[in-house]
């Protein structure tokens, strides 16, 4: 918290409206506060200055609050936005966690807050959304009330207290509300998808869509603030599922003595239903976590279906491959890999063992993986693309009893938001997923490798056979499904080479992931690329 108390003549309603402090708030405050904050996705590059680029009232039933967006400009020559809403209170136990800075008003003594801690701001909140009536001002606010919201009034409210990049707060046990704090001037795809899920299509295994707040500066509509959704019953998300599947899977491994060379192996993208996988493969794995990877697959192949199947919507319907695609496409990926190639160049001296020969390795190939990514030739792509979900892994579904809730629509989080709206191969999406199922396997074998007595090359053998088994499932029902349902995702060659093109790229974002967020972790996509490069390609 700053030393100095700010202080301002004039009365909370007129804030804002004067320049000089707004300045002193930015500097003096702001661009200290903003840094520590879990949701600053600014952490690793540095920040120039900080400047408030737009603010509106919320005001309700004589409660006034302030809605600041704030722009940040870094040295390394980009920007960000955040949303940051701000209350005053006098007394400082009731600003919490969400107290900013001491501030003096006249003569009134208190402190600013983030808004969301305070119970008055969300009652606000929720209110409007209840109400859905459009403010005006300073650019305007609309609260949307999704069809299904019967509310009538506000009762309660709670943080999800989960560690995320947003802020979500759960109201009256029964709505989650998650207010983005990164912002973008257009619309974010998380509402875009959500809403249209529940509006347009029979898709309901995504929370339902139970209203909005978006601000219009521009255009309308064009800078979503929160998303509010029926919160679903569930326990826990799919990573922690998987763990906890998988470390049975191995321990089982050894307690039944299991001869890893002896179990039937299978080819990658190999499609097997479940009532024809091996009996061996079924004693060592369970039925169970086999059945849920095949209801996975469906319910990943129904949000397709549902998403690919629009035709008048143009934000939503499917398009061929052309060149412009092309051109995007490749573009993104060797600009991608050359940052990622220097990352790995500057964390060389840092890695040692198995993570320093992975990426030296990747170094050494570095013209095979660019040529990877120029092989891509729109001419011989025959399915079409579709708005897809774009962060696709275990940690955005939601595990409900035998079934599963699919979350979290808002794209990969390094990409523009207008890239995050291109229609993308469906592949990616799978790919996401596939990539999650090895990144578990991987972080399973890592953590127990030196409790087994098995060898680390026995617990690869066994891993890499696991991930193909899952992918074969996944696969059967998929395809399954979408052929079933006419989504054309191209003909078979085409599938395997657009997902080995996929794994591989999700692989390399995730180098830059995992090097900014937690170095350890680098071996797994390192070790995801070796596997990648090592299976033999697929020629369209
Ligand atoms: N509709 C919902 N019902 C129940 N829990 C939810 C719902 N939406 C989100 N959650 C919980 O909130 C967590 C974070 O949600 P997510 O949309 O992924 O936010 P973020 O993008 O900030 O990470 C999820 O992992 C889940 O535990
Ligand atoms: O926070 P988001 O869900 O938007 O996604 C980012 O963080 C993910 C990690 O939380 C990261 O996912 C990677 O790690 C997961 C295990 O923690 C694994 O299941 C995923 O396959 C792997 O990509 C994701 O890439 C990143 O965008």
Redesign the pocket.
Known sequence: MPKNTLSNPKSWEELLNDDAFKKQLTDDVLEHYIIDQRWYGGKSSTMKYLEISEFFTIAHKGDHFYGLLLEVNFKEAFYQHYFLPLGFVEEKEVAGNGLIAPIKLGNTSGYLVDALFLDSFRKVLFEKIIESEPVEGLGTIAFHAGEGLMETEYRSSRFLGAEQ?NTSIIFNDDYIVKFFRRIYSSTNPDYQICRYLTEQTSFDRSPTYMGSINLNIVKKHDVTLALMQKLVPNQGDG?EWMLGELRTVFDTLSRKRINIKSLPDIKLFERIKLNDIPLEIIDWTGLELLKKIRTLALRTAQFHVAIGAERNDLKFTAAKYNGDYNVWLKNRLLYMFQNRLNTVENNLHKLKGESLELAQELLERKNDIRARFIEFDWHRMKGERIRVHG?Y????VLLDGHDFYLL?FEG??ESTIRDRKVKQMPQKDLAGMF??FH??IYATIFEIQDEMPLSKEDLYAAGELLYKYFISIFLDTYLHHIHNHNLNIGYQKEVNFLLQFCLLEKAI??LG?EFNSRPSWAIIPLRGIHSIMNYEQEKV
């Open positions: 990049s990573w962060d892994h275990l940690g955005q979290d990969e989080p990539r999650s990144y578990a974002y995730e992931y």
